[in-house]
């Protein structure tokens, strides 16, 4: 046990609560909706803080412990959790970094181009200006 809470960040009796929270929840009242919601994960100050990131509309939810709420981009939560756990040290952190998946352990920019909110709409390509002079041959 010991082991698995060093891992998570955590002290023996949360990551008892955090396991009985996760295996003990009905299926129903699982708050991720198949499909939008990521679950992301970060560590800061040996704390484990748990979240979900919504990939339709590029948010961030901290359902509890430091910095709960609900945040419109990863660097707002980000700066949540560091304000509520270091009001001391500058807050400023790339959000994109700062969590990362729950099922890989990879940075949530893997996530970054597949997301709705960062696609930029495409053009059509350019096309040259018209030339508003007609070509006409020289006679001589």
């Keep these: 046990m010991a082991l698995l809470a060093r891992a998570l960040g955590l002290t023996a009796g949360e990551t008892i609560a955090h396991l009985l929270h996760l295996y003990a929840q009905p299926a129903s009242e699982t708050p991720v909706r198949a499909g939008t919601l990521t679950p992301v994960y970060a560590i800061y100050q040996h704390r484990r803080i748990e979240g979900h990131f919504d ?52 940075h949530l920019e893997v996530l970054r181009s597949s997301t709705a909110h960062t696609s930029t709409p495409t053009r059509p390509p350019a096309l040259p200006p018209s030339s508003t002079v007609a070509a006409t041959p020289r006679t001589r």
């Design 55 to 106: 990939r339709s509309t590029g948010s961030l939810s901290i359902p509890a412990g430091p910095g709960a709420g609900q945040y419109k981009t990863p660097s707002g939560a980000a700066r949540a959790v560091i304000t509520a756990l270091r009001p001391q040290v500058s807050p400023i952190r790339t959000g994109w970094t700062f969590w990362r998946l729950a099922e890989t352990g990879a």
